[in-house]
Structure formats: structure tokens, C-alpha cells
């Protein structure tokens, strides 16, 4: 490539294969920025993640962008954390219900639009939660059902997404049926609004996503 120079606009290099100070990966990378301009591509930020900032790890990619200069500098996130992020910006919104309801026939009756027909999560058959309607949204660009749901005689309101699971926009996650766990994610939407806790999982053909806001009691895949 270097000897032939292709005529292409510009590189995304990993950047943490790069992180080396001598030998010869640093001189490769530095003879491609001399003719192309290159992005870097991060894997190990922990953007929106439950992990704290490694520092070190920032310095290095600090280090990286002063000695080749990157036009743009982006981090991986984990689909789970994309999912949870979504869910919980959208659960403090708390945007007014398309239809209000407590009865689960009523909920499938009323999102007729959608690929998929609402259905009640084993996982939550025992839990002590009451329904009170759900609206149209969407997860990952998905179309989803969003339903609030609340814990009795409390002003404790949750909110639960059912969408088709596509393993090619959601990649692999936990399946009841196969006796995983819910992966649970803790994400911080904002300065004022941190520690929302969402839970998701795949049953019956669909990805549920729970958010926690208030400590719900564990939900564990039955035996």
C-alpha cells in the first residue's frame, strides 16, 4: 500500500494497535499520515459504560492525536449500552402515552402496526408491577412498543420496551429460553439524572428492555 499509494480519501486506523512508541507499526502509521489523513477508531473509552475512565488509557490516545492528528477520533460502544442509553433517555422523558390501560388484550389491540404482538414477560409474571398504557417508539431505529408500567401504591413508574429481536441489529444477547440472565446495564443520562439501571433480555422471539430507576428486586430466569 505504501509503495503503491491507492487512490482512496483517507485510513481508519485502531488506535490501540498503535499504541506502541517505537519499532515498526509506529513508522508504518506515521508514513500513511505523510500521504492520507487518517481517523481513529477507540476501543477501550468505556463511553456510556458502567467501567470508570482509564486515564492511562486516555494520556495514550492523547499522546496518539498530538504525534498524527487524526481528522476524527471515535470510541466503540457495546450495542447493550446503546440500548440502555436509549431506553433511559427516553424513559425520564416521560412523553404522554398513546394509549392508557392496564389490561395487556387492550395493548395488543392498539399496536396492530407493528411486525410483533405484545406479549407479557415471564420474568415479570410475578413481580408487583401495574400497567398503565404504552405509546410507539423504537430501539436502534427499530420499531418498538414502549409501555409504563408502576409499582403499586407508589410513584415509582418504569418503563418496558418490546421490540423484534434482530440479531443483526442487536447482535447476540441473553435468550430466557436458553436459561441466561438479563444483562444489566447502568447508565448516566445526564448530570442530574444517573444510576438508571436497564435490564434486557430476549424471550419469546423479542428483546425486552426494563428500565430501574428505583431498585427493583432482582428478576432471575425461572428454573
Same mark, same amino acid.
Given at each position: 500500500?505504501?509503495? #503503491? #499509494?491507492?487512490p482512496?480519501?483517507? /485510513?481508519?486506523?485502531?488506535a490501540n494497535?498503535?499504541?506502541?512508541?517505537?519499532?515498526?507499526?509506529?513508522w #508504518?502509521l506515521a508514513?500513511v499520515?505523510?500521504?492520507?489523513p487518517?481517523? /481513529?477508531?477507540?476501543?477501550?473509552?468505556?463511553? %456510556? %459504560?458502567?467501567?470508570? !475512565?482509564?486515564?492511562?488509557?486516555?494520556?495514550?490516545i492523547?499522546?496518539?492525536m498530538?504525534?498524527?492528528?487524526?481528522?476524527q477520533?471515535?470510541d466503540?460502544?457495546?450495542?447493550?449500552?446503546?440500548?440502555?442509553?436509549?431506553?433511559?433517555?427516553?424513559?425520564?422523558?416521560?412523553?404522554?402515552?398513546?394509549?392508557?390501560t392496564?389490561?395487556?388484550?387492550?395493548?395488543?389491540?392498539? /399496536?396492530?402496526?407493528?411486525?410483533?404482538?405484545?406479549?407479557?414477560?415471564?420474568?415479570?409474571?410475578?413481580?408487583?408491577?401495574?400497567?398503565?398504557?404504552?405509546?410507539y417508539?423504537?430501539? #436502534?431505529?427499530?420499531?418498538?412498543?414502549? !409501555?409504563?408500567?408502576?409499582?403499586?401504591?407508589?410513584?415509582?413508574?418504569?418503563?418496558?420496551?418490546?421490540?423484534?429481536?434482530?440479531?443483526?441489529? /442487536?447482535?447476540?444477547?441473553?435468550?430466557?429460553?436458553?436459561?441466561?440472565a438479563?444483562?444489566a446495564?447502568?447508565?448516566n443520562?445526564n448530570?442530574?439524572?444517573?444510576?438508571?439501571?436497564?435490564?434486557?433480555?430476549?424471550?419469546?422471539?423479542?428483546?425486552?428492555? !426494563?428500565?430501574?430507576?428505583? %431498585?427493583?428486586?432482582?428478576?432471575i430466569?425461572?428454573?
Amino acid at each position: 500500500m505504501l509503495s #503503491q #499509494q491507492p487512490p482512496v480519501h483517507w /485510513f481508519e486506523i485502531l488506535a490501540n494497535n498503535h499504541t506502541a512508541s517505537g519499532g515498526l507499526i509506529p513508522w #508504518q502509521l506515521a508514513a500513511v499520515r505523510a500521504d492520507y489523513p487518517v481517523t /481513529f477508531h477507540c476501543v477501550g473509552m468505556s463511553l %456510556g %459504560g458502567t467501567d470508570p !475512565l482509564d486515564y492511562d488509557y486516555l494520556c495514550t490516545i492523547k499522546r496518539l492525536m498530538q504525534t498524527y492528528e487524526p481528522a476524527q477520533v471515535r470510541d466503540y460502544i457495546p450495542v447493550t449500552e446503546r440500548i440502555a442509553l436509549e431506553v433511559a433517555r427516553n424513559h425520564i422523558k416521560l412523553k404522554p402515552l398513546d394509549v392508557e390501560t392496564d389490561n395487556t388484550e387492550d395493548i395488543r389491540g392498539y /399496536f396492530t402496526d407493528l411486525e410483533f404482538v405484545p406479549v407479557e414477560s415471564s420474568l415479570l409474571a410475578s413481580a408487583d408491577l401495574e400497567l398503565m398504557g404504552g405509546r410507539y417508539c423504537s430501539i #436502534q431505529s427499530v420499531p418498538a412498543a414502549q !409501555l409504563r408500567i408502576t409499582v403499586p401504591y407508589s410513584n415509582r413508574l418504569q418503563t418496558l420496551y418490546q421490540t423484534e429481536y434482530r440479531k443483526d441489529v /442487536f447482535g447476540p444477547l441473553p435468550v430466557l429460553e436458553n436459561g441466561h440472565a438479563p444483562v444489566a446495564v447502568n447508565v448516566n443520562v445526564n448530570v442530574n439524572v444517573k444510576g438508571i439501571t436497564v435490564r434486557i433480555w430476549v424471550e419469546k422471539g423479542l428483546l425486552f428492555a !426494563l428500565t430501574d430507576e428505583a %431498585g427493583l428486586e432482582p428478576i432471575i430466569p425461572p428454573e
